[in-house]
């Protein structure tokens, strides 16, 4: 089955700083979505982004579907955004597949 | 749009004991999915449903585990004879048809002690 790699794992920052998420598949996809998970296990929509590049603020994303990897953006980070954030695809079948995460941390 | 709603929110049971959960999807929705998520972990697909009919199973899904959706609304995962190795946050997500977006409830944290 396809694979979803996450880089990096872990990310500590401070507030104010800008940090860039990696996800990596390792075949075409037909639907790739950010989701951001809080401390309580709510898996939160950030972007559905099979290619192209979308803005929401403070957070942007990109998806280069040849090249089978997106990039999620966050600027001026807050403490708010600490949590962590999931890439996950779908190929052809209706079921996402999750990559491992990257937990990022933003310190006051 | 009142959000993918899941309950109970936790559940403690002991090993051997039988559970259920609901979902209740976002109205309007015919698509509904369970996932699990063990801790440090993506959470991993179980079942889909397309209105009641129940489409796809991955392996995870041992025989100790049934999902319903009688009336194409609202699901049920029951888990039979828990083991420890079920502790998990399962993950309830809807969709509507031609639509990609999965969108999530606030999930069922079991522990089996």
């Known amino acids: 089955g396809i694979q979803v790699e996450q880089s990096p794992p872990d990310l500590i920052l401070q507030e104010g700083a800008n940090s860039t998420l990696r996800c990596n598949f390792s075949d075409s996809v037909n639907n790739l979505q950010w989701f951001h998970q809080n401390p309580w296990g709510q898996l939160i929509n950030l972007f559905y982004i099979p290619s192209g590049t979308k803005q929401n603020g403070r957070l942007s994303a990109t998806t280069v579907a040849t090249e089978r990897y997106s990039l999620l953006y966050i600027s001026s980070s807050q403490t708010t955004d600490s949590g962590v954030y999931f890439c996950a695809v779908t190929q052809g079948a209706q079921k996402l597949v999750f990559g491992q995460g990257t937990r990022l941390t933003i310190n006051p | ?113």
């Open chain 2, 1 to 113: 749009d009142t959000g993918v709603s899941q309950n109970p929110r936790h559940k403690i049971t002991k090993r051997g004991q039988n559970v259920t959960f609901r979902c209740d999807p976002i109205s309007e929705h015919n698509r509904l999915y369970w996932y699990r998520q063990t801790l440090g972990q993506g959470p991993e697909f179980l079942t889909y449903f397309q209105n009641e009919a129940q489409l796809e199973k991955s392996r995870l899904l041992s025989d100790r585990f049934s999902a319903e959706r009688p009336k194409g609304s609202f699901s049920t995962l029951e888990i039979q004879r828990t083991e420890q190795g079920d502790s998990a946050m399962y993950l309830c997500a809807s969709s509507a048809q031609g639509g990609e977006t999965q969108y999530f409830g606030p999930g069922t944290r079991l522990l089996v002690l």
